[in-house]
């Protein structure tokens, strides 16, 4: 089967849809799905149309919602469909039968898939749940737009983060929603890393269970009450998804100390967040906190090998970017520490 679009106008929006999944270069695209370059300028142009298989794989690279777009704007066509003049005949004849049949079609795929994305997601809080929802709180945002596009993001950067991402975070979240399809970008010209998840059941996940707002959060963010009623474990994995995201450490290498002197670090200009761990620490650790007026931020910072210590045993990191500089530091042993089983 060959895939014909409706117009030069469908064709477009697909191929341009499809740039912008691939860093908005063509080459990506042509080289991702092994075809070659003046056979693809041939389709992009409508020359040829796509085979079906080839129209189905890159189809799976757009989400659901684009995805329906697309199907509702093409036409399938037989290998041998120029030479069968009678078929084409047919189906202009019966263009209005064919399209009703296609909107039913399509409006049983939406009823099936609005009803499990609605399902309520069927979880127990764990300390793993909790640390993404600290990832979340350090480096997230979540929106819904116009067009019904459920749009959720986790920031961070790509020379030191992506394994983080990859092999921690998503893991996480997927063993709860597992048709979950994230998306890794690796914006140009940039050192930022965004994984995307598009996905109404996640976006209902947080907003409903955890009471978190859609839109700019950098001001009122803080951990959920759903969280701070449990137990000290899950508080503590929030807080190390909160420090892997947005926190980190420093080593100070200045000849006054004899080794390497750390510093555990964070920034956040969310005043509820700020009191939150300020409060929450401080019965563990000795702080400096304070407000920096010229940057509009609060700052909280624990300093010391002992504090380090008492840090990696009681909260710990998963991050790596974190983890090798703790590795440095003299007497550290992670092995025995939460990074161990993080």
Not at 8 to 37: A, E, T
Request: glycine share 4%; proline share 3%; net charge positive.
């Amino acid at each position: 089967m060959r895939v014909r679009f409706y117009d030069k106008n469908s064709r477009k929006l697909f191929f341009l849809c499809l740039r912008d999944i691939f860093d908005n270069k063509w080459k990506n695209v042509y080289v991702k799905y092994n075809v070659p370059r003046k056979t693809f300028d041939k389709y992009l142009s409508g020359e040829i149309c796509l085979p079906e298989v080839l129209f189905q794989e890159l189809l799976k690279s757009l989400d659901e919602d684009k995805q329906i777009k697309i199907k509702n704007r093409i036409i399938l066509l037989q290998e041998n469909w120029g030479d069968v003049l009678g078929g084409k005949r047919a189906y202009k004849l019966n263009y209005a039968y064919f399209k009703r049949g296609r909107e039913i079609g399509l409006n049983r795929i939406k009823e099936k898939r609005n009803m499990k994305q609605t399902a309520k997601i069927d979880f127990v809080l764990s300390k793993e749940i909790c640390e993404f929802i600290g990832a979340f709180i350090g480096d997230g945002c979540f929106n819904v737009y116009k067009n019904k596009l459920y749009h959720i993001e986790i920031a961070g950067d790509r020379r030191y983060d992506y394994k983080y991402h990859s092999e921690r975070l998503i893991p996480i979240i997927k063993a709860i929603i597992s048709d979950l399809n994230p998306h890794i970008y690796f914006p140009k010209n940039k050192n930022s890393i965004r994984t995307v998840f598009y996905s109404k059941r996640l976006f209902t996940f947080l907003k409903d269970e955890f009471g978190f707002i859609p839109g700019k959060k950098t001001y009122t963010i803080s951990i959920p009450k759903r969280i701070m009623d449990s137990n000290d474990e899950f508080i503590r994995s929030t807080i190390r998804g909160i420090f892997d995201t947005d926190g980190g450490i420093f080593l100070d290498k200045r000849k006054k100390y004899k080794t390497l002197y750390p510093r555990i670090t964070l920034d956040t200009k969310s005043f509820e967040l700020y009191n939150q761990l300020v409060e929450y620490l401080s019965k563990d650790f000795k702080l400096y906190n304070k407000f920096n007026k010229s940057r509009n931020i609060y700052k909280i910072e624990i300093y010391g090998i002992i504090q380090l210590k008492k840090w990696m045993s009681k909260i710990g990191f998963s991050n790596e970017r974190h983890l090798k500089k703790v590795e440095l530091v003299p007497n550290i042993r992670l092995e025995n520490s939460h990074a161990a089983v993080a």
